[in-house]
């Protein structure tokens, strides 16, 4: 079993940065792949990066070059550092824990989520 408590949401301006935090309970947390999704109001939830227990990394088109996705297992923490922030990455966004792959069904245990507000 996994418990996931994301952090870090608010409200920024575009061009602005934000880090989100996953903080992870339980012994086999490196044993995940662990993903970031997003879910503006009105749309479904959708793929934004994925770092496998090896550090291999996925992103979304949109975001290639803007976000990056780490983890330190030794903390139990999934890590997403948003630059050059756009109005459209405005969502809530959520961790996720379980295989390495892009659709939600691909993982187990799943955050609260966190909101991210960027201004124009």
């Known amino acids: 079993q996994v418990q996931l408590v994301e952090s870090g949401g608010g409200l920024v301006q575009a061009g602005g940065s934000l880090r989100l935090s996953c903080a992870a309970s339980?012994?086999?947390?490196?044993?995940?792949?662990m993903g970031w999704f997003r879910q503006a109001p009105g749309k479904e939830r959708e793929f934004v990066a994925v770092?496998?227990?090896?550090?291999?990394?996925s992103y979304t088109d949109s975001v290639k070059g803007r976000f990056t996705i780490s983890r330190d297992d030794a903390k139990n923490t999934l890590y997403l550092q948003m630059n050059s922030l756009k109005p459209e990455d405005t969502a809530i966004y959520y961790c996720?824990?379980?295989?390495?792959?892009?659709?939600?069904?691909?993982?187990?245990?799943w955050g609260q989520g966190t909101q991210v507000t960027v201004s124009s």
């Open positions: 770092i496998s227990w090896i550090g291999t990394t």
């Open positions: 339980g012994r086999t947390f490196s044993r995940y792949a």
């Open positions: 996720a824990a379980g295989r390495f792959g892009r659709t939600p069904q691909t993982y187990e245990y």
